[in-house]
């Protein structure tokens, strides 16, 4: 089971300290949202699962940070400042803006077919730099960047040469992206500040370009399913060629099934991340090399020749690109949505179990006084908590019922509970509550540490085997 809509996640996310909308207090801003206490820690633990898979696991990929705010002719050079645009549309009638690509014609407020004609608005955010500039002096313009990618290729020789890499490697990067869409909407699907997890791989202008994008959705597919997402809710789409960006030669998206509410099969989709055939594009239009037909620098503002050498060949070239590109908040809201189930206790209750994969679990293990005005009981139940933390996020709770304690945690998918009884104080064991099953087991003090750990690791998937690529390139 997974959850029925997006409305049932936003819901559980804003009662439970996951999302909330941003600047309630102040009406809010369209489609801005926060990470609460649960939220920041399931997204850090996506974050961690890719830097690991990727960066660590693997042998040919290295990570940097580079800054949200870069030269404004990044943004020229890569083709963003004349080509990062949607159509946009106003309705005549009701005054709705939206776009064009997305409403067949037809006002997504009222129906109307009295449109405008198309015009072109350019998603970049526009910023001006230094404490004199005016609004409009072209030369303090500046852009929040839409993509963290290009924050990688203007780093390329750097990364290549201080880390002496040889051709194929990767540079992954996590951080903001901006994008002033025209449209955002569906909780943290399409909002205007998001995260993005891109890494551009590296690779020789003859490899086998077509077949490593295949190569990465697959991997990228097992990683999902690794964080808990079922296979039957992923799916594979072939970006048709009229609607590549512009650096793209071939793109294939791993969509999720966002809304299973909807009848008809092709609209439940959206894209979770797209698998890109960059080309040489972005390494070549950064280098100062290259020259038009007339012989003419094409970018006379680099100061760099971003090429390399190979030194088997002893041929110079621009490496091509794959470049896979995931959301940070699309997955976790797939993860969350996938998690979602409810289960009905012995009482006909239904209750809410978040079945996320250990791992991502926000908690590990809430430890639960069984008597709260029992200060033996307390002052136990504390002191195991303090123990536990250096080794596993844990929890101290008793502001309710047992009952209720327990069904707190199974809502926000701590996977294990611990609850310290009137026995325990007499026999130095405590009782261990699995989220999924329910099952109890009594485990002595001295050993939960371990246990919990072994439990963690056994309930966890398999992580992928990310090796270095397989295919001749
Ligand atoms: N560098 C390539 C690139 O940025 P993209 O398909 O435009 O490709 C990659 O973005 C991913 O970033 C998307 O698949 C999606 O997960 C996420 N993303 C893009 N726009 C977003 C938005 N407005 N809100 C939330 N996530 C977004």
């Not at 990929?61 to 949607?86: C, M, P, Q």
């Not at 409403?103 to 405008?116: D, F, H, P, R, V």
């Amino acid at each position: 089971m997974s959850a029925p809509n997006i409305d049932t996640i936003v819901s559980l996310a804003k009662r439970r300290g996951f999302v909330f909308p941003s600047s309630d207090i102040y009406g809010g801003l369209g489609s801005a949202w926060d990470y609460g206490p649960l939220g920041v820690e399931l997204s850090n633990n996506i974050k961690q699962s890719w830097w690991r898979w990727l960066v660590y696991e693997r042998d040919d990929i290295e990570g940097i940070d580079s800054s949200i705010i870069l030269n404004r002719l990044v943004w020229k050079y890569s083709g963003h400042e004349a080509t990062f645009h949607d159509p946009l549309v106003d309705c005549r009638e009701c005054k709705t803006r939206m776009r064009a690509d997305k409403i067949e014609g037809k006002c997504a407020n009222c129906g109307s077919t009295n449109l405008t004609e198309p015009r072109n608005f350019n998603m970049m955010f526009r910023t001006v730099l230094g404490a004199a500039a005016e609004e409009d002096d072209p030369t303090a313009l500046a852009y929040l960047r839409p993509e963290t990618a290009q924050g990688i290729f203007i780093n390329f020789l750097n990364v290549q040469t201080t880390l002496r890499r040889k051709i194929p490697f990767g540079i992954a990067q996590i951080g903001k992206s901006f994008r002033n869409e025209i449209t955002p909407g569906n909780f943290i699907l399409r909002t205007r500040e998001f995260e993005q997890m891109e890494m551009e791989y590296f690779v020789k202008p003859d490899a086998e370009h077509l077949k490593l994008v295949d190569e990465w959705v697959e991997l990228y597919l097992e990683w999902f399913k690794s964080l808990g997402i079922s296979g039957d809710n992923l799916q594979l789409h072939e970006v048709p060629a009229d609607e590549l960006a512009h650096y793209s030669k071939r793109t294939v998206d791993i969509m999720y099934r966002y809304f299973p509410e909807r009848p008809e099969q092709e609209r439940q989709w959206e894209e979770l991340m797209g698998i890109a055939y960059r080309t040489d594009f972005d390494l070549r239009s950064h280098s100062n090399k290259p020259v038009d037909d007339e012989g003419k620098r094409v970018n006379p503002d680099s100061t760099e020749d971003l090429s390399y050498f190979d030194e088997t060949t002893k041929q110079r070239f621009y490496p091509h690109v794959i470049e896979p590109a995931a959301g940070v908040n699309r997955t976790v809201l797939a993860v969350l949505m996938d998690a979602y189930s409810e289960k009905t206790n012995d009482k006909g209750e239904t209750r809410v179990i978040l079945r996320l994969s250990p791992q991502l679990a926000p908690i590990k293990a809430a430890i639960l006084p069984l008597a709260k005005n029992k200060p033996e009981i307390v002052g136990m139940a504390k002191a195991i908590k303090r123990s536990l933390q250096p080794v596993l996020r844990a929890v101290y709770d008793d502001t309710g019922g047992i009952g209720k304690l327990y069904a707190r945690q199974d809502e926000i998918g701590t996977p294990m509970c611990v609850t310290v009884d009137h026995q325990s104080l007499e026999d130095e064991a405590v009782t261990v509550r699995d989220r999924d099953t329910w099952e109890q087991e009594r485990v002595k003090v001295a050993e939960l540490a371990d246990y919990l750990q072994r439990r963690l690791k056994a309930t966890s998937p398999v992580q992928p085997v990310a090796g270095t690529s397989s295919l001749e390139i």
